[in-house]
Structures are given as C-alpha cells and as structure tokens.
C-alpha cells in the first residue's frame, strides 16, 4: 500500500504561481510513475503531468511551459511547480502514485486539493 499526502494549493491570482506538493509514505519502492492530476467542475479528471522514478516527465499540453514537475526519489516527494496561472486551471488536483507489483500495476491518490485562480 501507498499514502499520498498532499499540501499547496489555494487561491491566486491570475498570472500568479503555486507549488503543490506530495509525500509518499507505505511501499514506496516499487512506485514507478508519480504525477499530478486535476478535475474541474463538470468535467473529467484530466492528466497534468507525470514523471518517471528515472526523472522521464509527460505533460498536458495545455500546462507545457508553464508547469513543471520534479521529483525526489530519496524523500519520496513529488512537485508541481505552477506559474503563469489562468482561471482555467482552476480546479482539485490530485497526487497519483503507480506502484508496480507482481507484474501487476496499482494506482494510489491523494485526497486531493484545491486550486483556484481568480481573474
């Protein structure tokens, strides 16, 4: 089993930025892929970027350039540098980890937290 514990988020102002950030905690050694991501009112939740336990990063094309995900493998964590934000990206974003194991991949989340980004 994996815990995911995120914190960050809240309220910003457009233009603004905001670091989320989330601890993995449990069997952590076998997570390969972390990432973040988010679902806004009405719609489905939707990919904003992952990263490889080897540091290999994917990204929504809506947040590339703007967004950036890092990782630390030793404590566990995983970030998600956001900058230049807009009211779209207005929404609860959630920590994924996927642990493989047995042959067999399983998918953790956090409780998730809100962003919101005003106009």
């Known amino acids: 089993q994996v815990q995911l514990v995120e914190s960050g988020g809240g309220l910003v102002q457009a233009g603004g930025s905001l670091r989320l950030s989330c601890a993995a905690s449990?069997?952590?050694?076998?997570?390969?892929?972390m990432g973040w991501y988010r679902q806004a009112p009405g719609k489905q939740r939707e990919l904003v970027a992952t990263?490889?336990?080897?540091?290999?990063?994917n990204y929504a094309d809506s947040v590339k350039g703007r967004f950036t995900i890092s990782r630390d493998n030793a404590k566990n964590t995983v970030s998600l540098q956001m900058n230049s934000l807009k009211p779209e990206d207005t929404a609860v974003y959630s920590c994924?980890?996927?642990?493989?194991?047995?042959?067999?991949?399983?998918?953790?989340w956090g409780q998730g937290t809100q962003v919101t980004v005003s106009s």
């Open positions: 990263i490889t336990n080897i540091g290999s990063t």
């Open positions: 994924n980890a996927r642990r493989r194991w047995l042959a067999f991949d399983y998918d953790y």
């Open positions: 449990g069997s952590t050694s076998s997570i390969t892929v």
